[in-house]
């Protein structure tokens, strides 16, 4: 869509009326049967689409929802679970399914961090989440912090970056 669409339908159904207390349900809240539930393969498209037109705050907020129903299903019972329901973060569906593991590749675009290779990767926007990321990827470490980026690479001075701008970075 325009950007204008895709605008009204993050704010208009995304955000306000998809959107539950562990992420994006299988339908709003109030319609259906059952409840909601939230499968993170479809968040994660959600994710990559909000990153797409610019939405990483609050990319950052669907993917943080989800990761509270995965880790309460880690606690409470110690596994990953084929989805979660979208207003308690409780399991649902087959127990040990891959579809509830942690969306790794989502996080990652989020927190603007490109992985080519361990000796290649590229930065880009901010880091929207409130604390630090450090990701730690063989002889390579890069923490993110709002918009500053350290790269550490093993046997290297450490690089650091500020700014949203990508920016690719290779080490020979």
């Known amino acids: 869509p ?20 562990y992420g994006l349900g299988s339908y709003p809240p109030g319609e259906g049967s059952e409840p909601p539930r939230v499968e993170l393969p479809w968040n994660s498209l959600v994710i990559e689409g909000l990153l797409r037109y610019g939405y990483r705050t609050e990319a950052a907020e669907l993917f943080t929802r989800g990761m509270a129903a995965v880790v309460k299903s880690l606690r409470t019972e110690r596994n990953f679970q084929q989805a979660y ?10 127990r040990a399914h891959l579809w509830g593991l942690a969306p790794l590749a989502a996080f990652l675009r989020v927190v603007g961090i490109e992985l080519h290779s361990s000796t290649d990767l590229t930065i880009r926007g901010f880091n929207p989440f409130p604390w630090p990321v450090t990701v730690q990827y063989q002889r390579l470490q890069v923490t993110r912090e709002g918009d500053q980026t350290r790269i550490d690479f093993s046997g290297r001075a450490p690089k650091v970056l500020s700014g949203t701008d990508a920016v690719r970075i290779t080490y020979t």
């Open 2 to 21: 325009s950007a204008r669409r895709a605008e009204a339908l993050v704010q208009n159904q995304v955000m306000a009326g998809w959107l539950q207390g």
């Open 85 to 94: 329901l979208a207003e308690t973060g409780s399991g649902s569906g087959e």
